[in-house]
């Protein structure tokens, strides 16, 4: 679907999509983006591209989504869990 605005024309992908998630990936993205170095290293070279800060911000949660997706579908490097067991009786003293 196009989209423009003035001076940008873009082509917008899906209007609808997970809110929550969205968020979710907006508050990483502006935190990392206060604290981690690599992080404004990586918005520092997307600026240099030309992009704006929120198109570079764009691509920042784009990114995160793929590294979040991809560690989630890596299997776990820990053993299987504990085998679960049921507690231990106590003496009821009624």
Do not use: W
Not at 28 to 47: F, G
Not at 74 to 86: G, H, I, K, R
């Amino acid at each position: 679907m196009p989209v423009s605005s003035g001076k940008r024309d873009r082509h917008r992908l899906h209007r609808g999509g997970d809110r929550q998630l969205n968020r979710a990936l907006h508050t990483i993205a502006i935190t990392r983006a206060q604290r981690d170095p690599e992080t404004r290293a990586y918005l520092d070279r997307k600026l240099a591209e030309g992009k704006t800060r929120k198109e570079a911000i764009r691509c920042l949660k784009r990114h995160l989504a793929r590294r979040f997706h991809h560690l989630l579908r890596e299997p776990p490097d820990a053993p299987a869990l504990m085998p679960v067991t049921a507690p231990p009786r106590v003496a009821c003293l009624i």
